[in-house]
């Protein structure tokens, strides 16, 4: 069985702060494909990242970083000098490739709250 | 982006209404999603359709039908609900399994719905 947890569930944060996104992952998979999305407050899931299981390169996007560390089943998030525009809630999920259906397990979300 | 777009985005249904739910995308992609995002729950898959083929039904109860008339529609007819099945429906749609694994799944906006 898979498992996603997201630990936070809301963090606040003045806007220029940095913020960082805990998600650890429970899977017996060897391959497997982790995901961020985002979601504001007009309900759309906007995609961010996609990491596969055999890539362990951290990667950044902008004021986005992931760090992918296999050793604790971890893939957290950090938001660089933080904007308004960054509130929202934000999902981690996981996938592999037997899933049937394509499955994205997502962890509870976290809700971002970047005050001005 | 309006890779996904979903209608309508808010329904308000008495439980012995009759309703449909449309999704339909414009990415080329030939598998469509149906998940429910409940307050206290995390997202839930319902239903997946490959090449128009139901390929995963995760155990909802028969008051949600869906339908996948070809790769760029979606519905789900909606008849007798409950007011616990108040909540964002989201549509997904994404390619195949490629080389590379699970594709990555692109999500509409969803639709707020409210039994009363």
């Known amino acids: 069985a898979q498992k996603v947890t997201q630990a936070q569930t809301e963090i606040s944060v003045v806007e220029k702060e940095d913020v960082t996104l805990d998600c650890v992952y429970e899977t017996r998979d060897t391959t497997y494909y982790l995901f961020w999305y985002k979601q504001p407050p007009s309900g759309e899931l906007v995609f961010l990242i996609r990491r596969n299981s055999f890539d362990e390169q951290n990667e950044i996007s902008g004021r986005y970083s992931w760090n992918f560390q296999k050793s604790t089943s971890s893939f957290n998030f950090t938001i660089t000098a933080s904007q308004v525009v960054d509130s929202a809630v934000y999902f981690c999920?996981?996938?592999?490739?037997?899933?049937?259906?394509?499955?994205?397990?997502f962890g509870g979300g976290t809700r971002v709250l970047v005050k001005p | 982006e309006t890779g996904v777009t979903q209608t309508p985005r808010h329904l308000v249904m008495g439980m012995t209404n009759k309703k449909s739910l449309k999704c339909e995308q414009h990415l080329g992609h030939n598998a469509m999603y149906w998940y429910k995002q409940s307050a206290k729950k995390p997202l839930e898959l319902m239903f997946v359709?490959?090449?128009?083929?139901?390929?995963e039904n995760n155990s909802v109860p028969s008051r949600f039908s869906p339908e996948c008339p070809n790769s760029s529609h979606l519905f789900l007819h909606l008849h007798t609900l409950q007011p616990e099945d108040s909540a964002l429906y989201l549509c997904?749609?994404?390619?195949?399994?490629?080389?590379?694994?699970?594709?990555?799944?692109?999500f509409g906006p969803g639709t707020r719905l409210t039994v009363l």
């Open positions: 999920a996981l996938t592999h490739d037997k899933a049937a259906g394509n499955k994205l397990t």
């Open positions: 997904a749609s994404s390619h195949l399994n490629s080389p590379l694994g699970p594709d990555t799944q692109y």
């Open positions: 359709y490959s090449l128009e083929e139901r390929v």
